[in-house]
């Protein structure tokens, strides 16, 4: 069976290149898919507080036969939680509904821009849950050059990977480089550019990106699909990428991406797709109020 790429995160800690995200997933469809990703080869699976699946991903990885090792799983603490106090106890809340000992990624979902001492003091408490080993690694997701600037400058810890917004058409060219700089994995949500066509002002604009002539051209050369092109994008430039589907026969074809490279032209010529259009929130204008979600009740 094929096996992800490995990344190496800055701690030392090896991090599946390839997963599944869950955001939107139904949770009563969630176990399913985590299951049959991982029995299709996948290590890696994405979750969140705020996605009110986290016990549906701990019973898929459970039902998978895997040993915990063997299954790198990744969560996220939401805004409300901010705080230092609120972040450790809303750490052991996922940890308990994963039904895990131990989260392997732990982000910031969001940073508050406008009150980024809070964010700063969840930091806080997600390096003493790195010290303490509840955690493996820790990250953010969401934080643009600015925000990594002022959480690098204020911690002891630099986050492993930052989480963002990164497709075809939002490259975000500046954030990577900021990423790279600081030894930040780049992991890429809406890999596929699934958000795009949500803003008013972007429908009608372009065709879905996996509609696109260029991607299109590309997959009908080399025999896939523009899907696997498109993941297979992510992975070429070193990025980690966690596509969601609900579907697993899309679950497989997206992880049907091992036996081939893109060349440069290729990624060139991808890249220029770039509209500088993010179709997620603005990171600088997040606050608590933004995406309203009580993440207690489930």
């Not at 990703?37 to 009110?52: F, K, N, S």
């Not at 643009?144 to 492993?160: D, G, R, T």
């Not at 975000?172 to 550019?193: D, F, K, M």
């Not at 025999?223 to 609900?246: E, Y």
Request: glycine letters at 8%.
């Amino acid at each position: 069976m094929n096996r992800s790429p490995m990344l190496a995160l800055n701690n030392g800690v090896p991090m599946p290149a390839l997963g599944l995200g869950v955001f939107l997933s139904p949770a009563e469809q969630t176990a399913r898919c985590v299951t049959a990703a991982l029995r299709a080869g996948y290590r890696l699976v994405d979750t969140a507080a705020v996605y009110l699946n986290e016990r549906a991903v701990g019973e898929g990885v459970r039902a998978s036969g895997l040993a915990r090792d063997d299954v790198f799983v990744t969560t996220k603490l939401w805004v409300t939680d901010f705080g230092y106090d609120k972040a450790l106890a809303a750490c052991e809340a996922s940890i308990q509904r994963l039904g895990l000992d131990h989260i392997d990624l732990y982000l910031l979902h969001w940073p508050l821009a406008g009150a980024f001492d809070r964010t700063l003091d969840a930091w806080r408490a997600m390096e003493r849950l790195l010290a303490e080993g509840r955690v493996r690694a820790i990250g953010v997701s969401n934080f643009m050059p600015e925000h990594l600037a002022q959480l690098c400058a204020a911690s002891e810890v630099i986050p492993a990977v930052n989480q963002v917004e990164l497709h075809p058409y939002f490259v975000q060219a500046e954030t990577r480089a900021a990423n790279e700089r600081l030894g930040i994995v780049t992991q890429s949500w809406a890999p596929i550019g699934g958000v795009f066509g949500r803003k008013p002002e972007m429908q009608g604009s372009a065709p879905h990106p996996l509609e696109h002539p260029v991607i299109a051209g590309i997959a009908a050369r080399l025999g896939k699909s523009p899907a696997q092109v498109i993941i297979r994008w992510h992975l070429d430039q070193g990025f980690s990428v966690i596509p969601k589907s609900v579907r697993t026969e899309r679950i497989r074809a997206n992880f049907d991406v091992l036996d081939f490279t893109l060349a440069a032209e290729d990624l060139a010529q991808i890249d220029a797709l770039d509209t500088g259009q993010r179709a997620g929130p603005d990171p600088q204008t997040f606050a608590v109020d933004t995406y309203p979600a009580d993440v207690y009740d489930q």
